[in-house]
């Protein structure tokens, strides 16, 4: 009898049992119903545990129905093989069903029939285990498929399995140790107990894969292991490496001379480029940036990590450093930074290209101004996980005159970091003509005036992309002027603007924005933001419509949060602008359900990319709406307290059947209390990549699939 149908027969007979007052059976068959409804809930658990690939915690919960109630146990039993064998241990699934038969013989005192149903589940458990394990194939060492297969393969595996397949067999052992593409990212690490472990196989066969690692790992305190890559690493026989990673665990197993010692024996290895060292606390290791840079002066990507205050460069002579020194790339992680901590790097390291510093005092501007390198071209400041910090393949060099400085990207962090505008002035006004990015809070520029009228009338020439803050009338001033002026700006991001007027005025005067953010509209009278944005979209529209016939361009993506004053009618003039391909709308409260579906539907067959953000009125109609757009792959859904399971299911379906001509690729949930863990994992089957946070656990992951047909 299934589940359902035993627990209905239970409700019966305990109703009778109230209507007849047989107390003594209320308690025996309530007993079963808790039992029954706790057994259903656990295994519900354990198995989604299972198919999320969380293999440990669904032991676990398999073995809290074990322990719960003997008369569950067998239940437990034939959970626990079946996850074993879902993971391919298939003789542990098979000692699990012997477990569980022993445990019927020694404890049961069910019924003869009772009892013979449970030896007969274990039973036939336990053939299937035994049929897979002897059907397995062993496809290195009996199929001998070609050894492209086997390497393809092999280079998919994860590192801990990867080690594992050393100690399978010899010829195992010596297959995988011939597959170079399994080894250029190698990782020597302990176990979660701080000990050898599986890591001791990696280094008893470290002399095979030594030809073919580049990137090296270091994340372990067992001596033996480190005195025996080091020793690889200073003979060259790791001969094609190119990154080293020493991480905090490894560097606090050590002395500081003897990292000094190791660095310094590799400065004739030019192949090796790269090095990212981690320190607890640098005030005890006492290993400064400036010694590192000495010791090796042919190293140009150094990560520099420490979890106290940037040491100064307090040596007697800081111009050890040669000033041929080939560092391009780094990048400071510390507590604290202060711009005496590394300004004798930025004197003597001239090749310098990308600097990226966290924890830094914003004053530290002034010493970046003094000592700007001729090179720079990435300067990124208290980065946040958005935007994605820029790397040097995020850009394209241009030769330019020795000595000319040539700064690309000036990138400070937002809003709760404003950087004095006495201090980041000076520098954007230096690199006016390269500047191609900015991204900060810079603070009122009023105080500033006297500096702008002795820098006349500059403006910048090659500006692309501009995220800015807005404090007061004397920024914004500011930054329209600049505004007006570009001829390149194509990406243009506005948090708290101050006079909505003035923007869409400058706005007006000027080609179309492609990629077009504003937030936080909250001065000013509402029906103004209102008509100045519907006058804005207006034109764009207009300008939309004769991109066919004239070499012109049009806003594609627009961002609307916090607008006080919007209503439906703007959507009426945001729709008719045909270039549009994105939209990301958030706390928008003046629009309605009606005028949100309605906009949708009117621009289904261009749309791409939508997000919704703190919107109430965004409910289940509107997300079935999203699922008959013709052209959209991409939905981000954030703080929305009316959508339900039903609603994305219902989008998602829509989307990704057989007959849909673009497919919905990437979907983003983020704190929607309505939408389940268990509902997450029917989109996971359907979308590529599926991003989730859960509201009540905070609880993050993301899963990159394949779409599955």
Same mark, same amino acid.
């Given at each position: 009898?299934?589940?359902?149908?035993?627990?209905?027969?239970?409700?019966?007979?305990?109703?009778?049992?109230?209507?007849?007052?047989?107390?003594?059976?209320?308690?025996?068959?309530?007993?079963?119903?808790?039992?029954?409804?706790?057994?259903?809930?656990?295994?519900?658990?354990?198995?989604?545990?299972?198919?999320?690939?969380?293999?440990?915690?669904?032991?676990?919960?398999?073995?809290?129905?074990?322990?719960?109630?003997?008369?569950?146990?067998?239940?437990?039993? +034939?959970? &626990?093989?079946? *996850? %074993?064998?879902?993971? /391919? #241990?298939?003789? !542990?699934?098979?000692?699990?069903?012997?477990?569980? $038969?022993?445990?019927?013989?020694?404890?049961?005192?069910?019924?003869?029939?009772?009892?013979?149903?449970?030896?007969?589940?274990?039973?036939?458990?336990?053939?299937?285990?035994?049929?897979?394990?002897?059907?397995?194939?062993?496809?290195?060492?009996?199929?001998?498929?070609?050894?492209?297969?086997?390497?393809?393969?092999?280079?998919?595996?994860?590192?801990?399995?990867?080690?594992?397949?050393?100690?399978?067999?010899?010829?195992?052992?010596?297959?995988?140790?011939?597959?170079?593409?399994?080894?250029?990212?190698?990782?020597?690490?302990?176990?979660?107990?701080?000990?050898?472990?599986?890591?001791?196989?990696?280094?008893?066969?470290?002399?095979?894969?030594?030809?073919?690692?580049?990137?090296?790992?270091?994340?372990?305190?067992?001596?033996?292991? +480190?005195? &025996?890559?080091? *020793? %690889?690493?200073?003979? /060259? #026989?790791?001969? !094609?490496?190119?990154?080293?990673?020493?991480?905090? $665990?490894?560097?606090?197993?050590?002395?500081?001379?003897?990292?000094?010692?190791?660095?310094?024996?590799?400065?004739?290895?030019?192949?090796?480029?790269?090095?990212?060292?981690?320190?607890?606390?640098?005030?005890?290791?006492?290993?400064?940036?400036?010694?590192?840079?000495?010791?090796?002066?042919?190293?140009?990507?150094?990560?520099?990590?420490?979890?106290?205050?940037?040491?100064?460069?307090?040596?007697?002579?800081?111009?050890?450093?040669?000033?041929?020194?080939?560092?391009?790339?780094?990048?400071?992680?510390?507590?604290?930074?202060?711009?005496?901590?590394?300004?004798?790097?930025?004197?003597?390291?001239?090749?310098?290209?990308?600097?990226?510093?966290?924890?830094?005092?914003?004053?530290?501007?002034?010493?970046?101004?003094?000592?700007?390198?001729?090179?720079?071209?990435?300067?990124?400041?208290?980065?946040?996980?958005?935007?994605?910090?820029?790397?040097?393949?995020?850009?394209?060099?241009?030769?330019?005159?020795?000595?000319?400085?040539?700064?690309?990207?000036?990138?400070?962090?937002?809003?709760?970091?404003?950087?004095?505008?006495?201090?980041?002035?000076?520098?954007?006004?230096?690199?006016?003509?390269?500047?191609?990015?900015?991204?900060?809070?810079?603070?009122?520029?009023?105080?500033?005036?006297?500096?702008?009228?002795?820098?006349?009338?500059?403006?910048?020439?090659?500006?692309?992309?501009?995220?800015?803050?807005?404090?007061?009338?004397?920024?914004?001033?500011?930054?329209?002027?600049?505004?007006?002026?570009?001829?390149?700006?194509?990406?243009?991001?506005?948090?708290?603007?101050?006079?909505?007027?003035?923007?869409?005025?400058?706005?007006?005067?000027?080609?179309?924005?492609?990629?077009?953010?504003?937030?936080?509209?909250?001065?000013?009278?509402?029906?103004?933001?209102?008509?100045?944005?519907?006058?804005?979209?207006?034109?764009?529209?207009?300008?939309?419509?004769?991109?066919?016939?004239?070499?012109?361009?049009?806003?594609?993506?627009?961002?609307?949060?916090?607008?006080?004053?919007?209503?439906?009618?703007?959507?009426?003039?945001?729709?008719?602008?045909?270039?549009?391909?994105?939209?990301?709308?958030?706390?928008?409260?003046?629009?309605?359900?009606?005028?949100?579906?309605?906009?949708?539907?009117?621009?289904?067959?261009?749309?791409?990319?939508?997000?919704?953000?703190?919107?109430?009125?965004?409910?289940?109609?509107?997300?079935?709406?999203?699922?008959?757009?013709?052209?959209?792959?991409?939905?981000?859904?954030?703080?929305?307290?009316?959508?339900?399971?039903?609603?994305?299911?219902?989008?998602?379906?829509?989307?990704?059947?057989?007959?849909?001509?673009?497919?919905?690729?990437?979907?983003?949930?983020?704190?929607?209390?309505?939408?389940?863990?268990?509902?997450?994992?029917?989109?996971?089957?359907?979308?590529?990549?599926?991003?989730?946070?859960?509201?009540?656990?905070?609880?993050?992951?993301?899963?990159?699939?394949?779409?599955?047909?």
């Amino acid at each position: 009898m299934g589940t359902h149908e035993s627990c209905q027969k239970l409700a019966i007979q305990l109703n009778n049992s109230i209507q007849s007052h047989d107390y003594q059976e209320i308690v025996n068959i309530t007993d079963l119903l808790f039992q029954n409804h706790w057994f259903n809930l656990l295994d519900a658990r354990a198995h989604a545990e299972a198919m999320l690939g969380h293999f440990d915690q669904s032991l676990h919960y398999v073995q809290q129905i074990i322990d719960f109630s003997s008369s569950l146990a067998t239940a437990g039993y +034939l959970r &626990k093989a079946k *996850t %074993y064998s879902l993971y /391919g #241990y298939q003789q !542990k699934a098979i000692d699990v069903y012997d477990e569980g $038969l022993s445990c019927i013989n020694s404890t049961s005192t069910t019924n003869d029939r009772q009892q013979q149903q449970k030896i007969n589940q274990l039973t036939t458990g336990k053939k299937e285990a035994t049929f897979i394990q002897k059907k397995r194939v062993d496809f290195i060492g009996k199929v001998l498929p070609p050894v492209e297969i086997i390497d393809y393969t092999v280079s998919l595996l994860p590192a801990s399995t990867l080690i594992s397949c050393l100690a399978v067999s010899k010829l195992w052992r010596k297959r995988v140790l011939e597959c170079n593409g399994a080894w250029k990212n190698v990782v020597v690490e302990d176990d979660n107990n701080n000990n050898y472990g599986s890591s001791q196989l990696l280094i008893g066969a470290i002399h095979h894969i030594a030809p073919y690692i580049t990137n090296f790992t270091l994340n372990t305190i067992n001596t033996q292991a +480190l005195i &025996k890559c080091f *020793t %690889y690493i200073e003979t /060259g #026989y790791i001969s !094609k490496i190119q990154s080293l990673e020493l991480t905090d $665990l490894t560097t606090q197993s050590l002395q500081p001379n003897d990292i000094i010692s190791l660095l310094s024996s590799l400065q004739t290895r030019h192949e090796l480029t790269t090095l990212k060292i981690s320190l607890v606390d640098n005030r005890r290791n006492m290993i400064t940036l400036l010694d590192i840079l000495t010791c090796w002066p042919a190293i140009q990507t150094v990560v520099f990590s420490t979890t106290s205050v940037l040491q100064p460069t307090i040596h007697p002579n800081p111009l050890r450093i040669p000033s041929y020194h080939s560092l391009i790339d780094l990048e400071i992680k510390a507590g604290s930074i202060m711009g005496h901590s590394f300004e004798p790097i930025l004197q003597r390291c001239l090749k310098l290209r990308r600097l990226v510093l966290h924890g830094m005092h914003s004053r530290v501007f002034d010493t970046v101004f003094r000592n700007t390198t001729p090179s720079l071209e990435i300067f990124v400041l208290n980065p946040r996980t958005h935007p994605s910090i820029p790397t040097l393949q995020d850009i394209q060099t241009q030769q330019q005159a020795t000595g000319n400085p040539r700064l690309q990207i000036l990138q400070v962090s937002g809003f709760h970091h404003e950087i004095p505008s006495y201090a980041a002035l000076p520098l954007i006004h230096k690199h006016r003509e390269t500047l191609k990015t900015i991204y900060g809070n810079i603070s009122s520029m009023a105080p500033m005036a006297p500096t702008l009228a002795s820098y006349g009338d500059f403006r910048l020439s090659n500006i692309k992309k501009l995220v800015i803050w807005i404090v007061d009338h004397a920024t914004q001033d500011f930054w329209c002027r600049l505004i007006r002026q570009s001829t390149a700006l194509h990406d243009l991001e506005i948090n708290s603007v101050y006079n909505i007027n003035s923007l869409v005025t400058t706005l007006m005067s000027i080609s179309p924005i492609r990629n077009l953010g504003i937030s936080n509209v909250q001065h000013g009278i509402p029906a103004t933001t209102q008509l100045s944005l519907t006058s804005l979209f207006e034109r764009y529209a207009q300008v939309s419509n004769r991109i066919n016939v004239e070499s012109a361009s049009s806003m594609e993506m627009i961002t609307l949060r916090y607008c006080n004053g919007l209503n439906d009618d703007l959507l009426t003039s945001l729709k008719n602008v045909s270039t549009l391909h994105g939209i990301w709308f958030g706390g928008l409260k003046g629009l309605s359900s009606i005028g949100i579906k309605q906009f949708i539907i009117n621009t289904s067959n261009q749309l791409t990319y939508v997000q919704f953000e703190d919107m109430i009125q965004v409910n289940d109609t509107i997300l079935a709406a999203l699922g008959d757009m013709k052209k959209l792959t991409t939905v981000k859904l954030q703080r929305l307290q009316n959508i339900t399971d039903q609603g994305v299911q219902t989008l998602v379906e829509m989307k990704n059947n057989k007959n849909s001509t673009c497919l919905l690729m990437e979907l983003v949930v983020k704190r929607c209390s309505l939408i389940s863990n268990q509902c997450i994992q029917f989109f996971k089957e359907k979308v590529k990549v599926v991003e989730y946070i859960s509201k009540l656990k905070n609880k993050y992951f993301s899963s990159l699939q394949l779409y599955r047909q």
